[in-house]
């Protein structure tokens, strides 16, 4: 369905006077996933109204913003804009502060889902990427006796992250240089869908990590946010470049030389977690071609049929 945006949240959106469609975009001529280069564009707008179109990958079914803006102008858009356009979408303050209450509960729960697998196995370092406010980090390290990094563009939040004892690095993982350093434990926490190079960045992710490491990432279902809201739209926002179902994740993960361990749904029910381990890459992984026929069907339907009563 194409739902209609409530007027006073299209007014707090404009009063942010933030002008999308001035911003420097790039158009994406191949898939980040599978390299082929036939692309449907599937939508038009996103859930603020701003004219941020969506293509989908015809071969493996990989959903993202195309065209998209550039690295600087996605710099431009965290160093300001992202929390208040997110606070004038839902109607309240969602800031480096108010977020904390919400990432201590995330914290805690993403802690239970891998401590099983990772308590007493002599890990010592972790790198969080993307890490915000370091809430997160901030718990794993304390739990797991961890020495933490936490690497985020937004300098506001990594401001908030000296609190928790960690070191904190304000970049792009893709750009900074490590120096040869490994992590025990990575963590990709509600932020992979906002990457510029997924592909590229889970390859780097690889590098950093010691063979005996893990990697925890998370997404957000595309398929679970445009079945909830019934709306393709609604499902897309300028702030997500990529929109990954599970299939494309998993490809995401074989291809890059990651073994999923555990994979569990949130309590949410729209997120789905990974935990994984190095391995050797799967270099031709992809989501069969029945799922990504299936995919585009539901995506249609979704697009045309009445929202289920
Ligand atoms: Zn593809």
Request: a neutral charge; one cysteine or more.
């Amino acid at each position: 369905m194409q739902t209609i945006i409530p007027p006073d949240r299209r007014q707090r959106i404009q009063d942010l006077g933030y002008d999308y469609a001035a911003q420097p975009r790039d158009l994406v001529m191949t898939c980040n996933l599978c390299g082929t280069n036939v692309l449907v564009t599937i939508t038009q707008r996103d859930r603020y109204g701003y004219p941020a179109q969506a293509s989908a990958c015809s071969r493996c079914g990989l959903v993202f913003l195309n065209p998209r803006m550039t690295a600087a102008a996605y710099g431009r858009f965290y160093d300001g804009v992202y929390r208040p356009l997110v606070s004038a979408f839902h109607g309240r303050l969602i800031d480096a502060r108010t977020i904390q209450a919400e990432q201590r509960e995330y914290a805690h729960d993403r802690a239970e889902f891998v401590r099983p697998f990772i308590s007493r196995r002599g890990l010592a370092t972790m790198l969080d990427i993307g890490g915000s406010t370091g809430v997160v980090a901030g718990h794993f390290a304390k739990q797991f006796g961890l020495s933490g990094t936490l690497i985020d563009p937004a300098p506001l939040e990594v401001q908030e992250a000296h609190t928790f004892g960690l070191e904190t690095i304000t970049g792009l993982v893709e750009e900074h240089d490590f120096g040869g350093r490994q992590f025990d434990l990575v963590l990709i926490c509600q932020t992979v869908d906002h990457l510029l190079d997924v592909a590229g960045t889970l390859k780097r992710v690889r590098e950093l990590l010691t063979p005996n490491g893990y990697l925890f990432v998370d997404i957000v279902d595309f398929r679970a946010a445009y079945l909830r809201n019934w709306s393709v739209e609604d499902a897309t926002k300028i702030d997500h470049p990529y929109y990954l179902t599970q299939d494309t994740m998993t490809s995401y993960l074989r291809r890059s030389g990651f073994e999923t361990m555990r994979a569990a749904y949130a309590a949410d029910h729209l997120h789905v977690s990974y935990l994984c381990r190095p391995t050797q890459p799967v270099p031709q992984a992809l989501p069969d071609a029945a799922s990504v026929s299936h995919l585009f069907r539901e995506i249609r339907f979704v697009q045309n049929a009445p929202r289920p009563a």
